[in-house]
């Protein structure tokens, strides 16, 4: 090979090789444009009235807004969307934009259902305006189809002093929440956030469960908490809600045949309420026997936590025609607990009973008898206490409470005994027996309520009736 060869190939090879620097050149210049105009065809701006979509190199908008079946609230619906996107562009910085090439959003979006001729509209905004996340807002609507116009919560309530009502079962319903998440939520931040005022209850619904309450972020805790959706079920509130609230089909599953009796054959008679207390324990089978074949029906007030550890001692008591009464979940002192500690001792005992025969008890024997109205209140069962204290825990003594009953009980006596010893059962019958013989009767609470003609007061502690 000769030097004018060598060059030549150098010369060639050079060539190729500025070609291909020169096409790699061209390649990016074109994607540069392609990029731009691309970029540039993405300032779209779609506005029809109810799709709003705007993409810039630096923000982008997209908004859904709702039909409604009111022209008031589609107003409404309206100014507060528009007020979302002036409140976005007024964030947003131009210059600060230009720079740092950020991203910003806006987007609102809506969930719309209908529910008992109630049509709720739920908007929700999120907005990007730099920091560490979005912002939120919310805003909901509710149309009564029926009557033609807007309504709030407090509507839905037969009386408006109900919604302190609301709001406490509200506190509890999310205390139970971050316990659930294990999220230990600031009591008062949850107070505070659920207290009865109509703005903490701007965004709720009613379904087939219940009612639904919405906290959006913030409300009730932190962001990273996201919202909290509470529902409080309508057993609780049935009684301070103006409508009629759908069939719970979770009790129709459990069904108990009870055997129940007419109580107005025992109107005028003496009758005797005996009550037992704590349990149900490894003695409870033994006195349902003595029970049945005296034919006697008494009220237990159990213990949540025995309650679950003996489902079928439950569900015998029920058949057999008993009353079951709560005796709270762990037999602690109610004076000593919070708000939302009370209220669980009550909820999940009744809870534990609902599942095991259906229903829940309506009767409540706080343990020691320690009870006052902010406990009644929280409770919203009907407070039984006794007249007579057999103080059979005390004595264990078969003869010392057949003594006690005999001495003190008569009509009207609420009696005070435990299923947890035998001697409490065995003092109690031949007490029972004796009183048989002098025309006593011995009925439930509930029976007692009835043969007396007594109207049921949850303000009141019954000792006796
Ligand atoms: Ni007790």
Redesign the pocket.
């Known amino acids: 090979m000769n030097r004018k060869n060598i060059r030549n190939r150098k010369k060639r090879k050079l060539n190729i090789r500025g070609k291909i620097c020169l096409l790699v050149l061209i390649l990016i210049i074109v994607s540069l444009v392609v990029t731009k105009n691309k970029k540039q065809t993405e300032i779209t701006s779609l506005n029809e009235n109810k799709h709003i979509i705007e993409v810039t190199d630096t923000y982008s908008i997209k908004i859904d807004i709702p039909d409604s079946k009111d022209e008031n609230i589609e107003k409404e619906i309206k100014e507060w969307v528009d007020a979302r996107k002036t409140e976005f562009m007024q964030s947003i910085d131009n210059e600060l934009l230009k720079e740092k090439q950020m991203q910003y959003e806006l987007v609102i979006n809506y969930e719309q259902s209908e529910y008992n001729n109630i049509q709720s509209t739920h908007l929700v905004s999120y907005m990007y305006t730099g920091g560490n996340h979005y912002l939120r807002d919310d805003q909901s609507y509710y149309y009564d189809l029926v009557n033609n116009k807007e309504v709030v919560l407090t509507d839905f309530l037969k009386d408006k002093n109900n919604f302190k009502k609301i709001a406490q079962l509200s506190y509890f319903e999310v205390m139970e929440e971050s316990e659930k998440r294990k999220s230990n939520l600031d009591e008062n931040w949850v107070k505070d956030g659920t207290e009865a005022n109509i703005e903490n209850y701007e965004n709720f619904e009613f379904n087939d469960e219940g009612l639904n309450v919405l906290f959006p972020p913030y409300q009730v805790a932190p962001w990273s908490e996201g919202e909290i959706k509470v529902v409080i079920p309508y057993d609780k509130i049935k009684d301070i809600i103006n409508f009629e609230v759908p069939e719970n089909k979770e009790n129709e599953v459990i069904k108990i045949e009870r055997n129940t009796r007419d109580v107005e054959n025992l109107k005028g008679k003496k009758v005797i309420a005996v009550t037992f207390?704590?349990g149900p324990s490894n003695k409870t089978e033994y006195l349902l026997q003595e029970l049945e074949k005296e034919d006697w029906k008494v009220t237990f007030f159990v213990l949540g936590s025995r309650a679950k550890e003996y489902p079928e001692l439950i569900k015998k008591m029920y058949k057999d025609g008993h009353e079951i009464g709560s005796?709270t979940y762990s037999?602690l002192n109610l004076k000593n607990l919070s708000d939302y500690e009370i209220y669980k001792e009550i909820n999940n005992t009744n809870k534990i009973i609902e599942e095991t025969i259906g229903i829940k008890p309506q009767y409540l024997r706080p343990?020691?008898g320690n009870t006052n109205d902010h406990i009644k209140e929280i409770a919203d069962m009907t407070t039984i206490l006794w007249n007579v204290d057999t103080l059979d825990w005390k004595s264990r003594n078969e003869d010392a409470v057949y003594k006690e009953i005999m001495k003190n009980a008569s009509d009207g006596s609420i009696i005070l005994l435990?299923d947890l010893y035998q001697t409490s059962i065995d003092g109690a019958i031949k007490a029972m027996k004796e009183l048989e013989k002098q025309g006593y009767e011995f009925v439930t609470i509930d029976e007692m309520f009835k043969i007396k003609g007594e109207e049921i007061d949850k303000n009141k502690s019954y000792f006796n009736l």
Do not use: M
């Open positions: 207390d704590d005796h037999h343990p020691y435990h």
